[in-house]
């Protein structure tokens, strides 16, 4: 199942998500888990974690519960380009359920604020 920072931030929810499964067979609460851990991992500079940012741009599970994420950091040179991708991929290493987790560092399209969700702009006085 793949979903972005945009389709929460909007509420939309795909047609996977309506099942106990995603398309790909991998349990739907996985994909949850997933979520909340990355909710306990921050940029040391900023108070609001890196989902919430909208540096999580997409998370795929397969049907081995291979987890996949494509994230990017606020700027290539982010001072926690090399401990914040490890600290992800080994907290959802952890979960109960996933067999194994890749965090890949992408650069398009660029972040920007407005990939926040409402609440990081609140949080941080953005609005």
Known sequence: MTETNESKATGSI?????????EA???????AKVIEV???CFDPEIPVNIYELGLIYD???????AVAIQMTLTSPACPVA????P??????KKIE???????EIVWEPPWTPDKMTEAARLQLGMF
């Open 14 to 22: 795909d047609n996977a998500e309506k099942t106990d499964t995603d």
């Open 87 to 92: 600290e992800v991929e080994n907290k959802v």
């Open 38 to 40: 990355l909710e306990t």
């Open 82 to 85: 090399g401990s914040l991708p």
């Open 97 to 103: 359920g996933v067999s194994s987790a890749k965090v």
């Open 25 to 31: 067979g991998a349990p739907k609460d996985l994909k």
């Open 59 to 65: 998370i795929d599970i397969d049907d081995a519960c």
